[in-house]
């Protein structure tokens, strides 16, 4: 058994006046203890219901999940001393200052007055967030929030971690911070499940990869894993002008293993080979022969982002999400900076 375990797990809303949404369509986890799994997905996809339920903050329909051998549904006072969470959702008090927020869940959590200060100083300092401790969280930036509400919950020191989309709509700066403190945790032990629409931070940080759409998985495995699901490697042209490009799709199709792909701007034509140096020396001659000017053209081996176009036929969107309302109604969640 999994250290996080969830077997089918269904959830549907049914909001007024409108069609069912299925967000959670029978969907399978397996964490195992002391790793980082991925959730990736895209907006809508089911990441953040699949995360509440395995928080204890809603019911599923059906299926059944469990945490460290505890079942989540039947005993969730037991689930919620040992998890921690991090999220779209979570709760940080505007008005309060940075150390007052991680005090305050100490106290929450019955640590007592002194223990909950003590741990209020030693997150701030791994967070690296003493110029900002005695500052209200109102005027925190989008990568300061979102420490502080990582710091939030590692508090009463988890051993299980949720973190859901915890960089979206971060800068690349943010970004990395953010990373090597999740890399930290998980070296210390922390069994860590994350949620992402960033396939580079799936490939990034975690050991195992859920792909899901639409509520279910369609892919798994690690990230070299869904890479070569795909298979072989890819024969990348840009070119010149888009006026060249039909011809250079047709030129592809013949020397590729499935049907090319085109950029958005028309200027990058990608297809999947068997023999990357052969297919590309074969392009190039034809291309050389029908006067198709290149600006670049080489091989590459598959990405996630071809994985998830494989899988689903559509590109993964990287937009960043607007934050929600936290839980509790105390603050709203500014969007991120
Ligand atoms: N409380 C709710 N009421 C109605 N629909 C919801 C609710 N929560 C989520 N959904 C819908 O369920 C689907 C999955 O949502 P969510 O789990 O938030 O996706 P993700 O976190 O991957 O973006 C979406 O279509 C969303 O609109
Ligand atoms: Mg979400």
Known sequence: MSFIEARNLRKTYTPKGADPVHALDGLDLDVP????TAILGPNGAGKTTAVKVLTTLIVPDSGTASIGGINVLERPEAIRPII????????VDENLTGFENLDMVGRLYHLGAKASRARARELIDLFELSEAQNRPVKGFSGGMRRRIDLAGALVTRPSVLFLDEPTTGL??????????IIRSLVDGGTTVLLTTQYL?????????????????????????????????????????????TAETVEIL??????????SNDSRTVTVSVESGPEALQL????????????????MRRPTLDDVFLSLTGHVATEEPEEETANVGGRAKAGKPA
Do not use: C, H
């Open 33 to 36: 203890e002391g790793t980082i």
């Open 84 to 91: 921690g969470v991090s999220g779209q959702y979570a709760a």
């Open 171 to 180: 800068d690349p700066r943010s970004r990395l911070g953010m990373w090597d």
């Open 200 to 244: 580079e931070e799936a490939d990034q940080l975690a050991d195992d990869i859920s792909v899901i759409d639409t509520g279910k998985v369609i892919a798994k495995g690690t990230a070299d894993e869904l890479k070569a699901s795909v298979g072989g490697q890819r024969v990348e042209l840009n070119l010149v002008t888009a006026e060249d």
């Open 253 to 262: 199709r013949r020397f590729g293993t499935a049907e090319p792909a085109v």
């Open 283 to 298: 392009v190039l001659a034809e291309l050389s022969a029908r006067e198709v000017a290149l600006f670049d053209a080489g």
